[in-house]
């Protein structure tokens, strides 16, 4: 499976977020294996893309996770990059400014995708022939409404439908966090738990066992 999914864009972004911040160079390199393990966990079981690119499955992984932490949120959007970093790639020992960092490469990456572009050829396409005529266009363009859709699917739905509004709504995170709209870019976050997601580890099989 690995060999099929495109990881030369994953490698290249861990390089650049290394090289350009410290804290995330330090993070462990089991951080890393764990990262890409659980990307190349979506790519083979929920999104079923053998040609995928995981950094394109890593921004629609957390727009999802982002879309129920602002749906259900009861603090506003204070710890909404404290909340994104607990409940998906858990980073060491950083401030919101270095996961806005690490948010901001990532989109510069997948910019750089096919997969993005093709997704954007398609778009335009669609967007001309319903505009000539005259048909109203599928996708929600408010953030807001943006949020409400990614909150009511799967990551796969989000991969197929919703790829552009999962990346409008990483834009618009890092766009808040640098503006310091969302407070001190240099507040100290934490996390204790290892491990990125384990949410694979409570899936069932047929026979109501955990598969792993």
Same mark, same amino acid.
């Given at each position: ?25 330090n ?5 890393w ?13 929920? +999104?079923? /893309?053998?040609?995928?690119? =995981?950094?394109?499955?890593? @921004?629609?992984?957390?727009?999802? $996770? %982002? ?21 998906t ?53 408010? +953030?807001? /409404?943006?949020?409400?859709? =990614?909150?009511?699917?799967? @990551?796969?739905?989000?991969?197929? $439908? %919703? ?50």
């Amino acid at each position: 499976m690995e060999e099929e999914l495109n990881i030369i864009t994953f490698e290249e972004f861990k390089n650049e977020i290394s090289s350009k911040n410290d804290k995330i160079k330090n993070q462990s390199d089991m951080w890393w294996i764990e990262l890409k393990s659980d990307l190349l966990y979506y790519a083979d079981f929920s +999104i079923q /893309d053998t040609t995928a690119d =995981l950094v394109n499955i890593l @921004i629609v992984y957390l727009a999802t $996770n %982002l879309s129920k932490i602002a749906a259900e949120s009861l603090d506003g959007t204070g710890k909404a990059l404290q909340n994104l970093n607990k409940n998906t790639f858990r980073l060491k020992r950083v401030s919101k400014k270095d996961i806005a960092d690490f948010l901001a490469i990532l989109l510069k990456y997948v910019k750089s995708t096919q997969g993005f572009n093709d997704v954007l050829n398609d778009r335009f396409a669609v967007i001309m022939r319903r505009g000539r005529d005259n048909e109203e266009l599928p996708w929600p363009n408010d +953030i807001s /409404d943006i949020i409400q859709q =990614l909150y009511r699917s799967d @990551i796969k739905d989000a991969y197929y $439908n %919703l790829f552009i509004e999962s990346v409008k709504l990483i834009e618009y995170v890092v766009s808040k966090s640098y503006s310091r709209k969302w407070g001190n870019l240099e507040q100290y976050l934490d996390c204790y738990s290892l491990f990125h997601s384990i949410q694979k580890y409570y899936e069932l099989d047929e026979e109501g066992d955990h598969k792993y």
